[in-house]
């Protein structure tokens, strides 16, 4: 299970050319990172990750801004050979806020950051559901099987379901 595999996001000390966003992946017992994931892109605003209980899979989301576009980057890594799988881009407005990744690694759950929730299958590579959240909140989450979702809003919480999965 995951108890072996541990992620680390970090931005290091600012350089010549602005922040480095790296990934690290620990296994149990070591110090020193079994790979290292580094973001291509100056621009970058916001990393987030997740790995799935397996592993099958370590996802890695990416908000960039260039003054110019915005846009969401999901990258799809190995968790053994942190070896890239695939990738996905999406322009956005807003950012990246909400990231939850289902427990089997089957499905993505991404915010953009304003109010559009994204339900996403890693497998056929696309975005299956959208919704409006009707702000930014930071409470999100998907279930073990990407069935249902849930996010907190200032004095409640909303609890969509999609039955069955992937329809």
Avoid at 45 to 73: C, F, L, M, N
Avoid at 133 to 154: E, L, P, R, V
Wanted: glycine share 12%; hydrophobic share 30%; charged share 15%.
């Amino acid at each position: 299970g995951t108890g072996d595999y541990h992620l680390v996001a970090y931005t290091s000390d600012y350089g010549v050319s602005g922040y480095t966003h790296l990934v690290n992946m620990y296994h149990a017992g070591s110090s020193t990172p079994a790979w290292t994931w580094q973001s291509h892109s100056a621009d970058v605003k916001t990393v987030k990750v997740a790995i799935d209980r397996e592993p099958t899979v370590v996802a890695i989301g990416v908000y960039t801004d260039d003054g110019v576009s915005k846009d969401i980057h999901l990258f799809f890594l190995d968790p053994d050979t942190g070896s890239q799988i695939s990738t996905y881009t999406q322009a956005t407005q807003y950012g990246l806020r909400g990231w939850d990744l289902s427990a089997d690694g089957s499905t993505l759950y991404f915010h953009d950051g304003g109010y559009g929730i994204n339900i996403f299958d890693i497998n056929s590579l696309s975005v299956i559901y959208t919704a409006n959240s009707g702000g930014s909140f930071d409470g999100h989450c998907i279930s073990g099987d990407g069935s249902m979702f849930a996010f907190g809003k200032f004095y409640n919480v909303e609890i969509h379901k999609e039955d069955p999965p992937g329809s």
